[in-house]
């Protein structure tokens, strides 16, 4: 039943991106670098809102609403719950995404390329 409710979530979320998430899915879709992205990605109990599955990198978009300590407490469970679990998780805020993406680009560009030479 969770997964039936995670699974129209993540649809719905493709159909309505954040400004954000248009602005990266844009560089991220059709095997960037060599890798391919999903977006929207059930993982656990969780929704990745990007995945490179070859490597285990999530990136998560983070909005206003994450800077809300509640917010906070709940991005630190999810992350530690995915991180044991194998991926590792690097976090933009959206301002990041919008003002320089070709800062949070270089970041993703550099982590892909270190995996890829271990």
């Given at each position: 039943?969770?997964?039936?409710?995670?699974?129209?979530?993540?649809?719905?979320?493709?159909?309505?991106?954040?400004?954000a998430?248009?602005?990266?899915?844009?560089?991220?879709?059709?095997?960037?670098?060599?890798?391919?992205?999903?977006?929207?990605?059930i993982?656990?109990?969780?929704?990745?809102?990007?995945?490179?599955?070859?490597?285990?990198?999530?990136?998560?978009?983070?909005?206003k609403?994450?800077?809300?300590?509640?917010?906070?407490?709940?991005?630190?469970?999810r992350?530690?719950?995915?991180?044991?679990?194998?991926?590792?998780?690097i976090?933009?805020?959206?301002?990041?995404?919008?003002?320089?993406?070709?800062?949070?680009l270089?970041?993703?560009?550099?982590?892909?390329?270190k995996?890829?030479?271990?």
């Amino acid at each position: 039943m969770t997964y039936n409710l995670l699974k129209e979530y993540a649809k719905e979320n493709r159909r309505k991106p954040t400004e954000a998430e248009s602005i990266l899915w844009e560089y991220l879709k059709g095997n960037f670098w060599g890798v391919h992205f999903r977006r929207q990605h059930i993982i656990g109990q969780f929704i990745a809102d990007f995945i490179c599955l070859s490597h285990h990198l999530i990136i998560e978009l983070d909005g206003k609403y994450h800077q809300i300590p509640e917010q906070q407490t709940s991005d630190q469970e999810r992350t530690e719950w995915l991180e044991n679990n194998g991926y590792t998780v690097i976090r933009f805020t959206n301002e990041a995404i919008i003002a320089d993406t070709e800062k949070v680009l270089t970041a993703i560009k550099t982590y892909i390329i270190k995996e890829q030479l271990l």
